[in-house]
């Protein structure tokens, strides 16, 4: 990423992290090509949804990084919180808006762990066995986030709690439910969906499903 767009996105999420962004102002065209609204918020997972409890709950933020960590429950949420509403799309066609969803933004998880310049890609791994992948450029972004909660409330195990990611401006398969390992990678590792025919670069407004 050039170093004036990750300025540019850090302002902007700066912005929104005092409180100071303007209302939203959208496009009248927010369905990506070959998309259809839904407000019933699908469950789609591997048929498992995993029991953690949030006793027992870590994350691990490692690879090529100056400070790696592991952080428990009481870490994760007592780091500065973030609040942003996004559009979320999945790849079978369907895409909610305005999804609220408040957690800790990958800035700040960033900002913990201090990637190091060899750092390109970033490698999500779930407590389900699911995992996916994505350039560290595209997680770099003021929208960008580990969740925890979705419209003011815990998210529930089926939509991947205790903890998931949210990168709004990829296919929904690129953000992790049930959210246990993130590793920082000289090089790209392709995900669960990535290994089996699914887009690596996952655009929903190119309409780029399938690899
Ligand atoms: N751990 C995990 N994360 C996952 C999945 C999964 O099966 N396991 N499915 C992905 C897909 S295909 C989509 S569309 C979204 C679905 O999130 P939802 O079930 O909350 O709608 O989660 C993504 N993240
Ligand atoms: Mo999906």
Known sequence: MLKEDYIVRKERWARKMAGKKEPLVRSTNRLPPGQRE?????ILDLGLQPDVQLDKWELKIHGHVENPVTIN?????????FTDTS?????????QFDMKFTGVAFFTLADLVKPKPSATHVFFKSYDGYSTNNPLDVCMDDDV??????NGQPISKAHGGPARVIIPKRYAWKGAKFIRE???LDRDILGFWEVRGYSNTA?????????
């Open 73 to 81: 429950w009481a870490q994760f949420t007592a780091l500065p919180q």
């Open 145 to 150: 986030l580990v969740a925890h909660s979705w």
């Open 203 to 211: 655009d929903p407004w190119t309409d780029d499903r399938f690899s």
């Open 87 to 95: 559009d979320f799309h999945c790849v079978t066609t369907w895409s």
């Open 182 to 184: 993130i590793t920082f």
């Open 38 to 42: 839904v407000h019933n918020f699908p």
